[in-house]
């Protein structure tokens, strides 16, 4: 099978290409088969990889397809790496991926870019698996830059209306921002290392000491980092997330929720020992992990659009991930990323599937009563409900539980930072669940209409929730006595042959940490539920009461309106400036056409010489003879 | 036959100027079957270039033609033409892009048809005759002879500005190139003759200071070209002005000739005062980075956006070349390639959009991609090479740029590297808003708008013009190899006999119980260290 293993990314880039070129004469039924065919044998053949990887002795599988770009002391082959890391990213792009796409059949099929939608959604595919398969860190920063364009590409779908574009062009660029970290940290590891094929950097960062104070690894993991907070949508660059809810339903799951933010828990993850040769980079993770956990929480919990909540709840989790890496947690930060895939994504799919029913209504506060009309979206949903809070069993409540316990040993308060999150996790999605489902409803009209959405779309919904119930059982920390078998299993890619234990000794009391989040949890998100169950009506009372927090919240902390103010347009005016004092003015006007008119002048002042009557020059002539006459003779 | 194949060179450089001079006396009502004339016979240069110039391998020179031709008081003046490693890909850039353009503007030109046709076969011959030359008067009579063409082009078919931008841009070339004749000539006088590696030879025995002089005057006549910050103003009005085609020669070829006039002779002829200016020209060329990408995102009108998103461009191709590294330098070459195939086919785009719409002003669009779908794509794909998105042509050029400067010799690499990374992130700054306004949002329905009078998406012919550049931009930034690979021992070498100083890497602490000390870029040996550094976790 090794032979056929390329196809893995290729068959999805083939779809791609299909759908874009061909799609729309092929018609509707061509573009379904092909475009999801080739997710499908995509995924079979990754399963088919990963078997033969889990076969290595060292768990280890590498495919080489040439060079790409070699010059000079570089050589970047094109070449794919399967290991327990990227070989469990594979099954969750290819596998999830496939559901997704399998939804996005029932929940696009009135849309007349159908072909475009798909063409776009298989190049994501292809791009993300680049991302996570290549052996180098430039093939992943290809998938890195790809995913970015598909997710410009997907948010701009509607590209006709108004807002659409902005938020496509406002996540491309963010992440570009984000992408200069990538770029820079490369080009330090290069110089440090004289190769950027990960596994030769990760076998030579096995022999190094870690670095004391500030030194070369830690600005190359900082700047590496900054780029995850692009791509993972962390402060400060967490700011496109949020509009990235533009796009198609169904996109927001794949990439927004499971897959593309969380390339860039992947990419430390990826590099991992090189992290940990670099502990302020380690604590800078952390924290900045830990704060975005808590500062997206606070404002989702008074959004009103259903997608809105879920972005910011997205963001939360994503930092709850960097929070666990950062407390060198790598296996725990993967697990979340793992368990948030499927919560997330059937979060966003059953959303999707209440915007479907209530067409094209994503305002909490039209809805309610939804839990009669639409049941299999009602109980998949309070499935992910439970998972994300943390229900004790859930697949949610193990990943977040060994995060929270290793941020507990790194720093008491950044467990405080992530309780707080927690219960404002429970909250903002009882909160959800109660204004959609409970109550009575409050849009009559679109309540009548509602109707439950098409198997394509519920089938994928039932699969993620069984997934989000029972995947926590992978990781049973070893508190509640299991022995945390995803760590065991990723071990090899993550120490890379170090001896170090990715999180080492246990001790501390975890049962009475988790005893305590999880009763708070639990607790707030009964509150939320209680507080909702009637309506909004508690919320609107409390906004009048405290408007300014409400509405603090509510406008998302005016950060975007901060940075329009005082860096977008600060740097127009520099552009603006730029271009007319020097272009306009100096270089042109002073250093070209000044000297011209000079010139000009110059040049009509001896035009006044140049009269044309023979007696003026014989006259100057006479003079001149003169001047040199007397000149000689003196 | 004989004279040909032992004359391949000469019949590539001015088969188009017979050709040119044959439209000239073809009287004006033959404009139409000039033009066809024009079109097929460089079709004809490109498909001969193709098979004489590709395959093969016969050491460093593919092909040369050299022969003693006039004395110039006193002073031998060979007529030397080459095809070599450095210039191969730009000679055949510059036979694909001249039919090319004459089919992408094939409608373009509504008057004197044939004359524009003629010009453009002798602009040709400069463009190729000033790549092939190797003889320095010989390159200078086609340096200048190249402006002339252009010239006419700009001045008689260009927009309403047409004769300032003529000028302008006329004026300010050839004042950079006096200085460069006075250098040249003195040099000359005492390498008795214009041999460039005999000119070279003979700098090098004089005073650096001398040489620096020298260096300074080669570098100013190309820096104009490229062009460098701040000698960079006349291009945005003449691009502005030009008529399509001549917008696309002038990215395409024309500022390549002053990175490419670096390389082939200023650089390898004066290497002490190359690398003694290096930090300044990085400098600029920084500068150029940045500056052109800001002053582009605030334009108006997307023609003269995409001119000065050149600066931008061109800024990193002299990055690359004052790093001084194989990598950077190889970037450079690339890049020039690159700039030459996207900026090329974003002004032939803009020239498809003029055509239609008769405005170039950005706030005249709006939802365009809903009137001109296939167009649209087309506009997307070359604008993601333009910022330089992996597997397109952009990347691969704008990586080894960065990465060969960050690790050049010189201690000001590595900042610098840092710095013009930010050009990646403004050129997408100002390409995908301008995208954005321009083919995006809700359908511009203004009666005066030039969304209102697109009525017709591409026509074959315009298809057919753009397919080649779309297959060109996957094919370099997937497989760069082809188009580099002949420039890297000719570089290589360029580079150890200037005396380049080492590439600068970082020094890693190794664990406390390693025996041998960790070096830089060298591999860890194979199988386990005795106590390999446990990463304290924990703490």
């Known amino acids: 099978m090794n032979k056929y293993y390329w196809l893995i990314p290729i068959l999805p880039l083939l779809g791609c290409l299909f759908n874009g070129l061909l799609g729309k004469r092929a018609g509707k039924g061509a573009v379904t088969v092909v475009g999801l065919g080739v997710v499908l044998g995509s995924f079979l053949l990754a399963l088919s990889a990963f078997l033969a990887m889990k076969g290595m002795v060292d768990h280890r599988l590498v495919l080489n397809y040439g060079e790409w770009m070699a010059t000079g002391s570089l050589s970047v082959p094109f070449g794919l790496a399967i290991d327990p890391l990227s070989g469990t990213m594979m099954l969750v792009i290819t596998g999830i991926g496939f559901l997704i ?9 009135e849309d007349e870019g159908y072909a475009r939608f798909f063409c776009y959604l298989n190049l994501f595919v292809f791009f993300m698996l680049t991302l996570v398969l290549g052996s180098s860190l430039v093939l992943m920063f290809v998938g890195w830059e790809g995913v970015g364009l598909c997710s410009y590409l997907l948010i701009g779908y509607f590209y006709e209306t108004d807002f659409a574009p902005d938020a496509g062009l406002k ?3 963010t992440n570009r921002v984000g992408d200069l970290g990538v770029a820079i940290g490369m080009m330090v590891l290069f110089a440090a290392f004289g190769t950027l094929t990960v596994s030769d950097i990760l076998t030579q960062a096995g022999h190094l000491a870690p670095e004391v104070g500030f030194g070369v690894l830690t600005f190359a993991t900082l700047m590496l980092f900054f780029g995850a907070t692009g791509k993972s949508a962390q402060l400060p660059l967490y700011l496109w997330l949020p509009d990235a809810m533009a796009g198609p339903t169904p996109v927001s799951a794949l990439i927004h929720a499971a897959t593309m933010v969380t390339s860039g828990i992947y990419m430390i993850c990826r590099l991992a020992p090189v992290f940990s040769l670099a502990p302020i980079s380690m604590n800078v993770v952390a924290w900045v992990g830990g704060a975005t956990a808590l500062f997206a929480a606070t404002i989702g919990l008074v959004q009103r659009d259903i997608k809105k909540v879920l972005a910011y709840s997205t963001v939360s989790q994503l930092g709850y991930m960097f929070l666990g890496l950062g407390a060198s947690g790598f296996a725990a930060g993967f697990f979340h990323v793992f368990t948030h895939a499927w919560f997330k994504a059937l979060l966003f799919l059953g959303a999707g599937s209440v915007i479907h029913a209530m067409h094209h209504e994503q305002d909490l506060f039209k809805m309610g009563g939804l839990r009669n009309k639409t049941k299999i979206t009602f109980i998949t949903m309070f499935a992910g409900t439970i998972a994300i809070m943390g229900f004790p069993g859930t697949s949610g409540f193990f990943s977040k539980d060994e995060i929270l316990y290793l941020a507990y040993l790194k720093s008491p308060a950044l467990w405080v930072i ?18 959609t489902f409970w109550g009575e409803p409050r849009d009559h009209h679109a309540y009548d209409q509602a109707h439950e959405s098409p198997i394509s779309m519920t089938l994928p919904l039932m699969v993620l929730a069984a997934g989000s119930l029972l995947w926590g059982f992978w990781g049973v920390p070893e508190a509640f006595g299991g022995h945390f078998a995803v760590g065991e299993f990723l071990k090899p890619a993550l120490t890379f042959g170090q001896t170090h234990a990715a999180h080492g000794h246990h ?5 009475l940490l988790a005893v305590i989040s999880t009763t708070l949890g639990l607790g707030f998100g009964f509150f939320g539920w209680t507080t909702f169950k009637n309506g909004p009506a508690a919320e609107v009372a409390f906004a009048a009461k405290h408007p300014f927090v409400h509405n603090l919240l509510l406008n998302k902390y005016y950060v975007d309106e901060g940075v329009e103010l005082y860096l977008l347009r600060p740097i127009r005016w520099f552009g603006n400036l730029l271009w007319k004092l020097f272009d306009v003015i100096l270089i042109d006007g002073v250093g070209v056409n000044l000297p011209g008119a000079l010139t000009r002048v110059f040049g009509d002042f001896t035009a006044l010489f140049q009269t044309g009557r023979v007696r003026n020059y014989a006259l100057s002539m006479a003079l001149g003879a003169a001047l040199l006459l007397y000149v000689y003779l003196k | 036959m004989t004279w040909l194949t032992s004359h391949p060179l000469t019949f590539l450089v001015f088969a188009p100027t017979l050709l040119g001079l ?34 093969r391998h016969e050491g460093a020179v593919l092909l040369t033609e050299r022969a003693p031709w006039f004395t110039l008081v006193g002073l031998p003046v060979d007529y030397a033409l080459t095809v070599d490693g450095l210039n191969l890909w730009l000679v055949i850039l510059t036979t694909f892009l001249v039919p090319l353009t004459m089919l992408g503007t094939w409608n373009s030109i509504k008057d004197r048809i044939g004359t524009f046709a003629a010009l453009f076969l002798l602009l040709e011959t400069g463009m190729l005759g000033a790549l092939m ?14 402006l002339i063409p252009m010239y006419f082009m700009i001045g008689v078919w260009g927009g309403d500005e047409r004769r300032y931008a003529a000028n302008k841009f006329f004026l300010y070339t050839l004042g950079g190139s006096l200085l460069w004749l006075v250098a040249l000539l003195y040099l000359a006088n005492k390498a008795g003759g214009f041999n460039p590696v005999l000119m070279g030879q003979a700098a090098s025995l004089m005073p650096f200071s001398v040489q620096c002089w020298l260096f300074i005057a080669f570098a100013v006549a190309f820096a104009i070209k490229v062009p460098l910050f701040p000698l960079h103003t006349w291009l945005p009005d003449a691009h502005v002005q030009a008529p399509t085609a001549g917008s696309v020669i002038l990215a395409g070829v024309l500022l390549k000739l002053g990175g490419y006039g670096f390389i082939r002779f200023a650089i390898p002829m004066f290497p002490a005062a190359a690398m003694h200016y290096a930090k300044p020209i990085a400098i600029l060329s920084v500068i150029a980075i940045v500056y052109g990408a800001l002053v582009a995102m605030v334009q108006r009108d997307i023609k003269k956006l995409v001119a000065y998103s050149s600066v931008s461009h061109m800024g990193f191709v002299m990055l690359g070349l004052a790093s001084f590294t194989v990598i950077g330098t190889q970037g450079a070459m690339l890049q020039m390639l690159n700039h030459g195939i996207s900026t090329g086919a974003l002004f032939l ?3 498809m959009l003029y055509d239609r719409a008769h405005t170039r002003m950005i706030a005249d669009f709006g939802g365009v991609a809903v009137k001109m779908p296939v167009f649209t794509t087309f506009f997307l794909i070359v604008t993601l090479s333009s910022i330089g998105l992996p597997l397109t042509n952009g990347f691969v050029g704008e990586f080894w740029i960065l990465n060969g400067t960050f690790l050049s010799g010189f201690s000001w690499g590595r900042l610098y590297a840092c ?23 809700p359908e511009n329905k203004d009666e005066d708008s030039g969304t209102h009078h697109l009525h017709s998406d591409l026509n074959a012919r315009e298809i057919a013009v753009m397919l080649p550049l779309v297959v060109l931009i996957l094919w370099m930034g997937v497989h760069p190899r082809t188009f580099v690979a002949v420039s890297e021992a000719p570089v290589a070498a360029l580079l150890q006999d200037a005396k380049a100083p080492e590439p600068r890497t970082f020094v890693l602490k190794p664990a406390v119980h390693e025996a041998a000390p960790a070096h830089e870029g060298a591999h860890a040996t194979e199988g386990h260290a005795a106590e390999p550094a446990a990463p304290e976790v924990h703490r």
Do not use: N
């Open chain 2, 22 to 55: 044959l439209i000239l006396v073809l009287p004006h009502a033959l404009g139409r079957l000039s033009r066809m004339l024009g079109f097929m016979g460089a079709l004809a240069v490109f498909a001969l270039s193709l098979s004489w110039l590709l395959g």
């Open chain 2, 349 to 351: 785009l803009v020239g």
């Open chain 1, 171 to 173: 996540a491309f660029l």
């Open chain 1, 101 to 109: 796409h399998l939804y996005s059949v029932g929940y696009m099929h």
């Open chain 1, 418 to 435: 992530g309780v707080l999150g927690a219960c404002c996790t429970s909250f903002y999605m009882w909160r959800l669940m109660a204004l």
């Open chain 1, 507 to 511: 001790e501390g009391p975890a049962i």
């Open chain 2, 133 to 146: 030359a190797q003889d320095l008067f010989f390159f200078y009579l086609f340096w200048e002879a190249m």
């Open chain 2, 419 to 441: 710095l013009a990374t930010s050009g990646v992130l403004l050129g997408a700054v100002y390409m995908l808003w301008m995208f954005k306004r321009v083919f995006w949002g």
